[in-house]
T-cell receptor, first 114, second 115 residues
Framework: QKEVEQNSGPLSVPEGAIASLNCTYSDRGSQSFFWYRQYSGKSPELIMSIYSNGDKEDGRFTAQLNKASQYVSLLIRDSQPSDSATYLCAVYSPFKAAGNKLTFGGGTRVLVKP | SQTIHQWPATLVQPVGSPLSLECTVEGTSNPNLYWYRQAAGRGLQLLFYSVGIGQISSEVPQNLSASRPQDRQFILSSKKLLLSDSGFYLC??????????????FGPGTRLTVL
């Protein structure tokens, strides 16, 4: 079992719809959770951080964390073609990661079609 | 504000040649520094991380090495490149010592092609 798992996609979403991305993790001691957006040929960009159960909203993005079920999700509302990218989920587990290392999932590719 | 620089942006090198990639961070002190590699269409692979000057931890045994000669400078090197070293090399930093708010921030990357 991979430590952080994501569906590789592609997730095809009509423009204006909601894109829903999921990420599951294996370490129950995980403490911090991050979503990065990576456009083709570019470096990852941090778009959301979440540390406690529940929802966190930032503009069109909502991150949802459920530690009991060990999953974190990202919702993109009113999806735009510019949201087409690969979204990486990253997890920090303090008892397993010296140097504040993050464990990354393989990423979900999102395609927003006009 | 903090910024992270990497150079060169792109590099084409023959097999067996040496490599030196540089990463510098501005606007913060004593950051944790990381080198990742991303092969084409693949996920991020952590290569090295450093929590301080001269302190390097290797994640994957290979023909690469890393050094941190100054607080905000991180260098990735190789004496002889292999074809399999081709990829997108990313440097990242995070604030040291934090146990929770430990986001990593990535530099623009270096695209290396070994021929």
């Amino acid at each position: 079992q991979k430590e952080v798992e994501q569906n590789s996609g592609p997730l095809s979403v009509p423009e204006g719809a909601i894109a829903s991305l999921n990420c599951t993790y294996s370490d129950r001691g995980s403490q911090s959770f991050f979503w990065y957006r990576q456009y083709s040929g570019k470096s990852p960009e941090l778009i959301m951080s979440i540390y406690s159960n529940g929802d966190k909203e930032d503009g069109r993005f909502t991150a949802q964390l459920n530690k009991a079920s060990q999953y974190v999700s990202l919702l993109i509302r009113d999806s735009q073609p510019s949201d087409s990218a690969t979204y990486l989920c990253a997890v920090y587990s303090p008892f397993k990661a010296a140097g504040n290392k993050l464990t990354f999932g393989g990423g979900t590719r999102v395609l927003v079609k006009p | 504000s903090q910024t992270i620089h990497q150079w060169p942006a792109t590099l084409v090198q023959p097999v067996g040649s040496p490599l030196s990639l540089e990463c510098t961070v501005e606007g913060t002190s004593n950051p944790n520094l990381y080198w990742y590699r991303q092969a084409a269409g693949r996920g991020l692979q952590l290569l090295f991380y450093s929590v301080g000057i001269g302190q390097i931890s290797s994640e994957v045994p290979q023909n690469l090495s890393a050094s941190r000669p100054q607080d905000r400078q991180f260098i990735l090197s190789s004496k002889k490149l292999l074809l399999s070293d081709s990829g997108f090399y990313l440097c990242a930093w995070s604030v040291s010592g934090r146990q929770v708010y430990n986001e990593q921030f990535f530099g623009p990357g270096t695209r290396l092609t070994v021929l």
